[in-house]
């Protein structure tokens, strides 16, 4: 819907070389109307540098938000990231995730009333990540033909085609879940959606399940979950895998499913109210447009 405003808030934290893959696709979008938020989990110097590099291609439509590392606090970080927006639709992604050169479009195409928005990916093989990498290879403006002919590098290449036709605009059709119940990768939805909910609970920290609590509560609002179509699949950046045996926050997510709640127990409300009593710059900005923490 062309009347969405849309704001990226994009998670990272100490890979600055695919920070820098994913905003190179970002800025190859064919629709430039958003601001981009760069929500940092403690990263050091090496990933402000990336984001003042292209702080010369984005100018003041992209920001950095940074919180201190104090283990895995995605959840809170995505709250940060989403204070700093001005959209009235947010549009999470991770940092190890490059947009296709329509992603933007495709979202907004698909932005919807009643309804958020969940996605797929590929994956990328090793060999073609580190091509990626060191050659800074545009490959979000590659077709599916061309990625088609580096298969044996694309793994789930299917993801890129249309045949999935659950869209918002397709009502009757089933709901969209992502494979594996993996939503954070993307998550697309309407900023009083995402705070009618309280956004991400905080009180997740460690890897995993704070996507899918948000998404069981979006579902206890009324919302319907869709697919922005082929070209929102995003192109995942080989790495070792950091999915931890034992799932810290699993207990979380069951008290959320038995408890009926909507709203997070720790959530953007109650970050609003920290930012408040706390000292110092709670993001950099271009100009004067930072907010700040008061006394």
Partial sequence: MTESSLSVVLSTYEWPEALDAVLRGFADQTDHAFELVVADDGSGAATAEVVDRWRRVFGDRLFHVWQEDAGFRLARVRNLGAVATRGNCIVFVDGDCIPRR??????????????????????????????VLSDRTRIGGWSAGSLWLRRREVHTWADLTPRDRRRPWRPRLPDFVPHGNAYGFLMATYKSDFEAVNGFDMRFVGWGDQDVDLAVRLRRVGLRSGWAGPR??????????????????????????????????AGIQELRAELQTSEGPTYDAPGARALRRRP
């Avoid at 969940?118 to 060999?127: I, M, Y």
């Avoid at 950091?242 to 997070?264: H, K």
């Fill in 102 to 131: 329509s992603f933007i479009a495709a979202i907004r195409r698909a932005s919807s009333h009643g309804w958020f928005l969940a996605g797929k990916r590929v994956h990328l093989g090793p060999g073609l990540s580190r091509q």
């Fill in 232 to 265: 929102s699949t995003m192109l995942h950046l080989s790495h070792p895998s950091n999915i931890p045996f034992d799932r810290p926050t699993w207990w979380l997510l069951q008290e959320t499913i038995e408890s009926g709640r909507t709203q997070a127990v």
